[in-house]
C-alpha cells in the first residue's frame, strides 16, 4: 500500500487540526446551556480573554466575521457609517454583512502599503452633520493586515484622531497575537486603543471553530443580544471554549516558530527566479509571491508531492502550528524541482 506523506497545506492558518492535548481539554470541558448563561467553560473563556486583551468583558462566537458584525451592530446603527479599508476582512470578506444585515454603510479607503490608513484621508472622510450624509461613527483597523504589523506610535494617532471625532474604534484582530508575538510586547499594547476588539481563536491560535469580542460590559451586554438575534446563540459549546482557553494558554509564544518559518519560506523561494516575493512586507506568518508559472500545473505538482496552496497567481502562503521546519525546507525544495523540470 502507498503511504501518503502528510499534506503540507499552506493555504490558510484556518486548516490547523486540535493537537491531542486540545482535544484532551475539549473533552474534559464543563458544560451548560450558554443561552442561559450557565456554560462555565464558556464563562471562563470569555473571562480569560478579557483578562487577556485589557477589557472588561468578551464573547464568545462561532466565527471573526459574526464577532466583527457584532462591532459595527453595537457601535452604529441604521444609517450610520463605518470608516474601512478597502481590502479589509470587515469590508470585502464578509459579504456585506455590515449593509445586508444591519443597514451600516461601510466608507471604504485604500491601505497604505505598510497596512495602516492615512490618517489625513480618514478625517477626509469623516462627514459632517448634515442631513445629506450618513453619520459617521466608527474607525476600523486590522492588525496584522495581510500579515503586516501595525507600528503602535500609529495605533496612538489613529485613537486620538477617533476621540477628537466622536467615532468608536474598532480592531480587527484576527491575528492581534501574531502582532504582539512580532513586536515582542504584551497583546494589551496593541488592544489597549480600541473600543472593541475581535480576535480569532481558529487561525494561528490552532482552535478549530471560533473567535471572541472583547469590549466594555455594555457593548458586550449588546454584543450579546445582536448574536442571539442573528442565530448564533449556543448552547453546550463549552467543548469548543475549552479549546480556546487551551489556545489562549499555549499557542501564543509559539507563533514565533510559524513567523522564523515564513521568513525561511519567503528567502528559499525568493532564490527561484520564477518567484518575485517583497520581503519587506514578509513580518509575521504569511508570505505573498508573484510567480512566473502555469499555476494549474504548479499545484497540481505541488499537490502530488503532499503540498497544498491556493491557485492564485499572486500567491499567499500562510504558516501555522501544523508546519514544521522540515516541512518548509521540503516545500522549497519542491518548488525548486517544479521550476528545475520546466526550464
Ligand atoms: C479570518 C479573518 C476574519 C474572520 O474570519 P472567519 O472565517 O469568519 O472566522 C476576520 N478578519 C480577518 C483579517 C481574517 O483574516
Given at each position: 500500500m502507498k503511504i501518503m506523506k502528510k499534506q503540507i497545506d499552506l493555504?490558510?492558518?484556518?486548516?490547523t487540526k486540535p493537537s491531542t492535548a486540545m482535544k484532551k481539554a475539549m473533552m474534559a470541558a464543563k458544560v451548560g446551556d450558554d443561552v442561559y448563561g450557565e456554560d462555565p467553560t464558556i464563562n471562563e473563556l470569555e473571562a480569560l480573554a478579557a483578562n487577556m486583551l485589557g477589557t472588561q468583558d468578551s464573547i464568545f462566537c462561532a466565527s471573526g466575521t459574526q464577532t466583527n458584525l457584532l462591532a459595527l451592530m453595537t457601535h452604529c446603527e441604521r444609517g450610520d457609517e463605518y470608516i474601512v479599508g478597502q481590502h479589509a476582512h470587515t469590508y470585502k470578506y464578509e459579504g456585506g454583512g455590515a449593509a445586508v444585515l444591519a443597514s451600516i454603510q461601510p466608507q471604504p479607503l485604500d491601505f497604505e502599503e505598510d497596512g495602516t490608513l492615512n490618517l489625513e484621508k480618514v478625517s477626509q472622510f469623516i462627514k459632517p452633520d448634515d442631513i445629506h450624509f450618513a453619520n459617521t461613527k466608527l474607525l476600523c483597523l486590522e492588525n496584522t493586515q495581510a500579515g503586516k504589523v501595525l507600528p503602535l506610535d500609529y495605533l496612538e494617532k489613529a485613537k486620538k484622531l477617533a476621540d477628537n471625532n466622536r467615532l468608536s474604534f474598532h480592531l480587527d484582530g484576527a491575528r492581534v497575537f501574531n502582532a504582539a508575538v512580532k513586536l515582542k510586547v504584551n497583546v494589551k499594547e496593541i488592544t489597549k486603543y480600541f473600543d472593541t476588539i475581535s480576535c480569532c481563536l481558529s487561525k494561528g491560535l490552532g482552535a478549530p471553530v471560533g473567535s471572541v469580542l472583547c469590549g466594555s460590559k455594555k457593548q458586550i451586554k449588546k454584543a450579546r443580544r445582536w448574536r442571539k438575534v442573528l442565530g448564533g446563540g449556543m448552547r453546550q459549546a463549552g467543548f469548543l471554549a475549552g479549546a480556546g482557553i487551551y489556545a489562549l494558554l499555549n499557542n501564543i509564544e509559539r507563533m514565533e516558530q510559524d513567523h522564523i518559518n515564513a521568513l525561511a519560506l519567503a528567502k528559499g523561494l525568493s532564490e527561484i527566479k520564477d518567484i518575485h516575493i517583497n520581503m519587506k512586507i514578509v513580518q509575521t506568518n504569511m508570505v505573498f509571491a508573484d510567480i512566473n508559472a502555469d499555476m494549474f500545473n504548479l499545484c497540481n505538482f505541488l499537490k502530488q508531492k503532499g503540498v497544498v496552496i491556493g491557485t492564485s497567481s499572486h500567491l499567499r502562503l500562510v504558516t501555522h502550528l501544523d508546519i514544521s521546519k522540515d516541512d518548509i525546507d521540503y516545500t522549497i525544495q519542491t518548488f525548486k524541482d517544479f521550476f528545475t523540470s520546466n526550464d
Open positions: 493555504r490558510s492558518d484556518t486548516v
